[in-house]
C-alpha cells in the first residue's frame, strides 16, 4: 500500500472477518487501538472501543486518516440498484426502517469505511413540519406549495422527530449494534438556508431568485422561515445522537449562492444556533459542516463552532488547512471525478490530499458525492488505499 511518510507506526484493523446478523449485537473483543496523546482542548482518555473517525476529529494520535465517502450508499452500487427495482420509490426506500438499514450497510458489507452514513434525505423532516414534497426519479425533490409568503411560513410546524421520523431514530439504534464501533456511524441534517432554498424554489434550482427575491423583499418572512428549521434541525441532531448517531454532518449545499454579507445574515447565525444548541445538550458530538463551493467562505465556516469543516475540491488541501487554522478537523477533498481515472491516478490523487492536509484532523472523503456511474471497482481501490496508508 502507498505510504505518505516512512515513519512506522503500530498497525490498526477496522475490518471483520464475518458479517453480524441484523439485530444481533456481536460481543466487543479487543482490538489494536493506537492512542499516542494527542493534543485536544479537554484532553479525554480513549479506549480501544471508540472508532478511528472520532479520535481523528478529536486530535487523537492516529495512524492514518479515517476514510468515508459522501453518498457512498447507494447511486453507484449494484446491489442498490436491485433495491431500487423493487422499491422504486426513494421515499419507500428511505422511510422504511429495514430498507434504511440495509442500504446503509451495503458499502459496510463491501468496504469497510471508517464512517456508516446513515441512508436518508436532507428533506425527510419536511413532511413533519406540513411541507408536501416528494423526490421524483429524473427530476429530484419537488415541493408541493413552495413558500412565497408569511401566511405559509405560519403553517409551517416545529419537527418533532420521534413522532415525525421515527424510523431514523430506529435505524440508527440498529446500525449501532450492526457496525459495533468498528466505524462510526453518522448521522446528517439539511442547514436551515438549504432546506428553505427548496421549500421557496419549489425544488432544486439554478439562480436561486426566488429565495433571493424572497431575502431581499421580504427579510421578516425568510428569518421566520429560516427560524423554524434552525430549531428543527437543532432538535433533529440532537434525536440522531441519542438514537446512536455519534457525528453529524450538516449540509449546507446552497449557503454558497448567497455572497459573503448575505451569508452572514441568512445562513451564518442560524448555523451558529445548531451549534451552540447542540453543544449545549451533546457537547462531546462531532459536528461537520458541508457547503460545496466554499472556497470563498471557509473561514464564515469555521466561526460556526463545527468541529470538522468539509472542503469540496475547488480549494486546495494545504491552502484550506492554512486558513481554517489547526484547531479545527479537515474532510475531503478528493474530486469524485478522479474515481473515473486509473487506479494509478486515484493512488496519486488520494496520497496528495492526505500529504496536503497534514498528520492528524483529517477525514479522508470525496468533495462532493459519488457521482452516478462510478465504478465499484473504483470505489473499492480508493478504500483499499486509503486504509493502507501510514503516517
Given at each position: 500500500?502507498?505510504?505518505?511518510?516512512?515513519?512506522?507506526?503500530?498497525?490498526?484493523?477496522?475490518?471483520?472477518?464475518?458479517?453480524?446478523?441484523?439485530?444481533?449485537?456481536?460481543?466487543?473483543?479487543?482490538?489494536?487501538?493506537?492512542?499516542?496523546?494527542?493534543?485536544?482542548?479537554?484532553?479525554?482518555?480513549?479506549?480501544?472501543?471508540?472508532?478511528?473517525?472520532?479520535?481523528?476529529?478529536?486530535?487523537?494520535?492516529?495512524?492514518?486518516?479515517?476514510?468515508?465517502?459522501?453518498?457512498?450508499?447507494?447511486?453507484?452500487?449494484?446491489?442498490?440498484?436491485?433495491?431500487?427495482?423493487?422499491?422504486?420509490?426513494f421515499r419507500q426506500r428511505s422511510e422504511n426502517t429495514d430498507l434504511v438499514v440495509e442500504i446503509s450497510l451495503q458499502p459496510w458489507k463491501v468496504f469497510k469505511p471508517d464512517g456508516v452514513i446513515l441512508f436518508s434525505d436532507i428533506l425527510t423532516p419536511l413532511s413533519g413540519m406540513n411541507i408536501p414534497f416528494d423526490i421524483v426519479k429524473?427530476?429530484?425533490?419537488?415541493?408541493?406549495?413552495?413558500?412565497?409568503?408569511?401566511?405559509?411560513?405560519?403553517?409551517?410546524?416545529?419537527?418533532?422527530?420521534?413522532?415525525?421520523?421515527?424510523?431514523?431514530?430506529?435505524?440508527?439504534?440498529?446500525?449501532?449494534?450492526?457496525?459495533?464501533?468498528?466505524?462510526?456511524?453518522?448521522?446528517?441534517?439539511?442547514?436551515?438556508?438549504?432546506?428553505?432554498?427548496?421549500?421557496?424554489?419549489?425544488?432544486?434550482?439554478?439562480?436561486?431568485?426566488?429565495?433571493?427575491?424572497?431575502?431581499?423583499?421580504?427579510?421578516?418572512?425568510?428569518?421566520?422561515?429560516?427560524?423554524?428549521?434552525?430549531?428543527?434541525?437543532?432538535?433533529?441532531?440532537?434525536?440522531?445522537?441519542?438514537?446512536?448517531?455519534?457525528?453529524?454532518?450538516?449540509?449546507?449545499?446552497?449557503?454558497?449562492?448567497?455572497?459573503?454579507?448575505?451569508?452572514?445574515?441568512?445562513?451564518?447565525?442560524?448555523?451558529?444556533?445548531?451549534?451552540?444548541?447542540?453543544?449545549?445538550?451533546?457537547?462531546?458530538?462531532?459536528?461537520?459542516?458541508?457547503?460545496?463551493?466554499?472556497?470563498?467562505?471557509?473561514?464564515?465556516?469555521?466561526?460556526?463552532?463545527?468541529?470538522?469543516?468539509?472542503?469540496?475540491?475547488?480549494?486546495?488541501?494545504?491552502?484550506?488547512?492554512?486558513?481554517?487554522?489547526?484547531?479545527?478537523?479537515?474532510?475531503?477533498?478528493?474530486?469524485?471525478?478522479?474515481?473515473?481515472?486509473?487506479?494509478?491516478?486515484?493512488?496519486?490523487?488520494?496520497?496528495?490530499?492526505?500529504?496536503?492536509?497534514?498528520?492528524?484532523?483529517?477525514?479522508?472523503?470525496?468533495?462532493?458525492?459519488?457521482?452516478?456511474?462510478?465504478?465499484?471497482?473504483?470505489?473499492?481501490?480508493?478504500?483499499?488505499?486509503?486504509?493502507?496508508?501510514?503516517?
Open positions: 500500500m502507498s505510504c505518505i511518510h516512512n515513519t512506522p507506526l503500530p498497525c490498526f484493523s477496522a475490518s471483520s472477518s464475518s458479517f453480524p446478523r441484523r439485530n444481533r449485537c456481536a460481543s466487543f473483543k479487543s482490538r489494536i487501538h493506537c492512542t499516542l496523546g494527542g493534543t485536544v482542548a479537554e484532553p479525554k482518555s480513549t479506549t480501544s472501543a471508540e472508532p478511528l473517525l472520532l479520535n481523528a476529529v478529536r486530535g487523537e494520535d492516529v495512524e492514518r486518516p479515517p476514510v468515508w465517502l459522501m453518498r457512498q450508499a447507494g447511486r453507484y452500487m449494484k446491489s442498490y440498484q436491485v433495491i431500487c427495482e423493487k422499491y422504486p420509490s429524473g427530476k429530484g425533490p419537488i415541493i408541493a406549495n413552495p413558500i412565497s409568503e408569511a401566511s405559509q411560513v405560519n403553517e409551517v410546524r416545529e419537527f418533532v422527530p420521534e413522532e415525525n421520523v421515527p424510523y431514523v431514530g430506529e435505524a440508527l439504534t440498529i446500525l449501532r449494534k450492526e457496525v459495533d464501533n468498528k466505524a462510526a456511524v453518522l448521522g446528517f441534517v439539511g442547514a436551515p438556508f438549504t432546506l428553505a432554498s427548496y421549500v421557496v424554489e419549489g425544488g432544486s434550482s439554478k439562480h436561486f431568485s426566488k429565495i433571493k427575491r424572497l431575502a431581499f423583499s421580504q427579510p421578516k418572512v425568510l428569518h421566520a422561515l429560516l427560524q423554524k428549521f434552525t430549531s428543527s434541525m437543532a432538535r433533529y441532531v440532537q434525536y440522531q445522537a441519542d438514537n446512536g448517531a455519534q457525528a453529524v454532518q450538516i449540509f449546507d449545499s446552497w449557503a454558497t449562492e448567497l455572497s459573503p454579507v448575505d451569508f452572514e445574515e441568512f445562513s451564518l447565525p442560524y448555523l451558529k444556533q445548531i451549534v451552540d444548541s447542540v453543544k449545549k445538550t451533546h457537547p462531546d458530538l462531532p459536528l461537520i459542516l458541508y457547503a460545496s463551493g466554499s472556497g470563498g467562505l471557509l473561514e464564515r465556516l469555521a466561526s460556526t463552532g463545527v468541529d470538522v469543516v468539509s472542503l469540496d475540491w475547488t480549494v486546495d488541501m494545504a491552502e484550506g488547512r492554512r486558513r481554517l487554522g489547526a484547531d479545527i478537523a479537515v474532510q475531503g477533498n478528493v474530486d469524485p471525478g478522479v474515481l473515473f481515472g486509473s487506479k494509478e491516478f486515484i493512488t496519486q490523487r488520494i496520497n496528495d490530499t492526505v500529504k496536503k492536509a497534514g498528520k492528524g484532523k483529517h477525514i479522508l472523503n470525496l468533495g462532493h458525492g459519488i457521482v452516478v456511474g462510478t465504478p465499484e471497482e473504483s470505489v473499492a481501490h480508493f478504500f483499499e488505499v486509503a486504509k493502507g496508508i501510514r503516517y
